[in-house]
């Protein structure tokens, strides 16, 4: 049984550009939750999707946002890229209830140069 | 405003000896309260979590957590730690008033010395 995947493992990009990270959830998970960490710091929580709906959304800017398709996969964009935005990030798999454990993906690294 | 503290940045410990790392919370209502680790460059493991029921919560690799409603917090635990147990620990709270969204501490560094 695959665990969350996420791809790509590591990315380059500058400022201004846009960029698209992929998580793929665990198996019979519905809901797909993405997370920023900082170097040093704790994740912090961007949005949830479940339904293909964003259902609940952190302190981020519009610059992020998301998707959720069919077999419950998910993408995160992030638009107008800035150096702030180098981070790791991760996504979380879950059933949809709210004492569900969530399962994290290895994440994706980030790099705004 | 849901938040989590972990006061302690990093906790040294000698192998065989028990370990514990700290964490204090707030939030409205009954708190669903997460453990997990994180190894280098990796993402997060699931060790344990507390929903209700009995105030001793045990979970994967020999830890164990204690919810502690008058104190507000949620230590995490092992009777007698390993060299492989070094690693960076998060504690984390979900509540009722925060709906679906997860707030992490800002971790522990455990490092366990042979």
């Known amino acids: 049984d695959a665990g969350v995947t996420q791809s790509p493992t590591h990315l380059i990009k500058t400022r201004g550009q846009q960029v698209t990270l992929r998580c793929s959830p665990k198996s019979g998970h519905d809901t797909v939750s993405w997370y920023q960490q900082a170097l040093g710091q704790g994740p912090q929580f961007i949005f949830q999707y479940y339904e293909e709906e964003e259902r609940q959304r952190g302190n981020f800017p519009d610059r992020f946002s998301g998707h959720q398709f069919p077999n419950y996969s998910s993408e995160l964009n992030v638009n107008a890229l800035l150096l702030g935005d180098s981070a790791l990030y991760l996504c979380?798999?879950?059933?949809?209830?709210?004492?569900?454990?969530?399962?994290f993906g290895p994440g994706t690294r980030l790099t705004v140069l | 405003a849901q938040s989590v503290a972990q006061p302690e940045d990093q906790v040294n410990v000698a192998e065989g000896n028990p370990l514990t790392v700290k964490c204090t919370y707030s939030v409205s209502g009954n708190p669903y309260l997460f453990w997990y680790v994180q190894y280098p460059n990796r993402g997060l493991q699931f060790l344990l979590k507390?929903?209700?029921?009995?105030?001793l919560v045990k979970g994967s690799y020999g830890f164990e957590a204690e919810f502690n409603k008058s104190q507000t917090s949620f230590h995490l635990k092992k009777p007698s730690a390993l060299v492989s147990d070094s690693a960076l620990y998060f504690c984390a709270v979900r509540g009722l008033t925060g709906g679906f969204k997860t707030i992490f501490g800002a971790g522990t560094r455990l490092f366990v010395k042979a």
């Open positions: 979380a798999s879950s059933l949809g209830g709210d004492t569900d454990t969530q399962y």
């Open positions: 507390y929903i209700t029921g009995d105030n």
